[in-house]
């Protein structure tokens, strides 16, 4: 039997692929169906649904500063490419899952909603001294950072918040994408 630790990234593993085929109204029955474990297994390690959701928006966002580090640590990125990818980084994991239709949790889980909104707005302080660097060695011309930030997290809360990705059919990932290449690149054709 694995020790709490190992069954806790197993189960956030679990959410992971039974959100790929049921969505984010997946039960618990379905969970466990697709782990091959007994929902008392589970039950030891999250008293409910919602506990289990809350440490995955934790589990989700620390797998994305993980990537954001590996990317500042890439002696073969330039500043440039390095806050293009910081700012689109999605995990290998959550690249094939469907994000679109994490507008539901603003209707259905306002609390794990919320903390989705603290964890856009925290962590920022890699991203910001790529930002200065980029600035520093021209590359970046001087923007508001406060207000490049308010931008991305706006974006992005647009796509938690309303079902716009799904009625345009777009993929988070390419939402995300596309963001970025306006935030980094603007939207003029550059001569």
């Known amino acids: 039997m694995p020790n709490t630790e190992e069954l806790k990234l197993q189960i956030l593993d679990g959410v992971v692929s039974v959100y790929r085929t049921k969505g984010i109204r997946f039960t618990m029955d379905d969970l466990a169906k697709t782990l091959r474990m007994s929902k008392k297994t589970i039950y030891t390690v999250y008293r409910d649904k919602k506990t289990l959701f809350m440490d995955m928006v934790d589990h989700v966002f620390d797998s994305i500063k993980e990537s954001e580090a590996a990317v500042v640590e890439d002696p073969e990125l330039d500043t440039t490419e390095k ?3 910081v700012l689109g980084v999605l995990p290998d994991s959550y690249k094939n899952i469907d994000l679109g239709q994490l507008y539901i949790l603003r209707e259905k889980h306002p609390d794990i909603y919320e903390r989705v909104e603290e964890r856009l707005e925290t962590g920022w302080e890699q991203t910001i001294a790529l930002i200065e ?3 520093a060695e021209g590359v970046i011309r001087p923007v508001n950072i406060r207000l490049l930030k308010m931008m991305y997290e706006a974006s992005i809360e647009q796509f938690f918040s309303r079902d716009i990705l799904v009625k345009n059919d777009i ?4 939402a995300l994408n596309q963001v970025v290449d306006i935030i980094v690149d603007g939207i003029a054709v550059r001569t």
């Open 83 to 85: 806050i293009r990818r």
């Open 133 to 135: 660097k980029g600035i």
């Open 171 to 174: 993929s988070y990932a390419d």
